[in-house]
């Protein structure tokens, strides 16, 4: 069975940082396709980052490029988004989403579409 759990959500004041994990159980894939996505009240989900687990590619939104990196820890089963340099406009429920298998050179797009396991979600607010 599948399943995304996410943590490490909170409140912070800009500038501040956060790191939000998310653990994956029911994955055995050799590659794999998970990214983060965020929802702001009001406004549709929006791709964050995505990282193929095989070939370790990655991709990021404009806005964070630079502030957040994606990462993943194998042997605990965990991916990771590290935010630095939070904005107001950080201000999002944040989603872990997962899709498997691919191709270790697959490109994981930012599409909410494309992925099929999504977690529950964590609350990111930052406070200016």
């Known amino acids: 069975q599948v399943q995304l759990v996410e943590s490490g959500g909170g409140s912070v004041q800009a500038g501040g940082s956060l790191r939000l994990s998310c653990v994956v159980s029911?994955?055995?894939?050799?590659?794999?396709?998970m990214g983060w996505f965020r929802q702001a009240p009001g406004k549709p989900r929006e791709g964050v980052a995505t990282i193929n687990t095989g070939g370790g590619y990655t991709t990021y939104t404009n806005s964070v490029k630079g502030r957040f990196t994606i990462s993943q820890d194998n042997a605990k089963n965990t991916l990771y988004l590290q935010m630095n340099s939070l904005k107001s406009e950080d201000t999002a429920m944040y989603y872990c989403a997962a899709r498997g298998p691919v191709g270790s050179g697959a490109y994981c797009p930012l599409f909410e579409s494309f992925f099929a396991d999504w977690g529950q979600g964590t609350q990111v607010t930052v406070s200016s």
């Open positions: 029911g994955y055995t894939y050799r590659s794999s396709c």
